[in-house]
């Protein structure tokens, strides 16, 4: 549910949503965080209601549950008069993950160093 001047702002590609995710509370989906930049928007990052139905929330919100995923937006976009969010369910890496990946970076850059 936007309102006019963030329709604009979708149109024109004035919307970030690299540090958006979604959440359902109460049985509803809302979008969080997302950023959108026009003119006329009093607050570019409020709380978006999403239109889902019931059978939709009910099974995102079980598999949520169940395997500890999160709810992130991959795309906005709109189809005639309606905009549009694609949402991927996804699992947070956990610290030593995080970790793991920043030895293997590093292992790399070394490597391409001595081979320079």
Do not use: C, W
């Amino acid at each position: 549910m936007l309102t006019g001047a963030e329709v604009k702002a979708v149109r024109a590609k004035k919307v970030n949503i690299s540090q958006a995710h979604a959440r359902i509370i109460n049985g509803e989906m809302y979008l969080i965080n997302a950023n959108f930049n026009g003119e006329n928007i009093e607050n570019p990052t409020r709380t978006k209601k999403l239109l889902l139905h019931r059978k939709e929330i009910e099974s995102l919100e079980t598999k949520i549950k169940a395997k500890k995923l999160t709810l992130v937006p991959v795309s906005l976009y709109t189809t005639r008069r309606l905009v549009k969010v694609e949402i991927a369910l996804a699992k947070a890496k956990r610290k030593h993950e995080k970790r793991e990946k920043i030895k293997k970076k590093d292992i790399e850059r070394e490597i391409e160093r001595e081979l320079k």
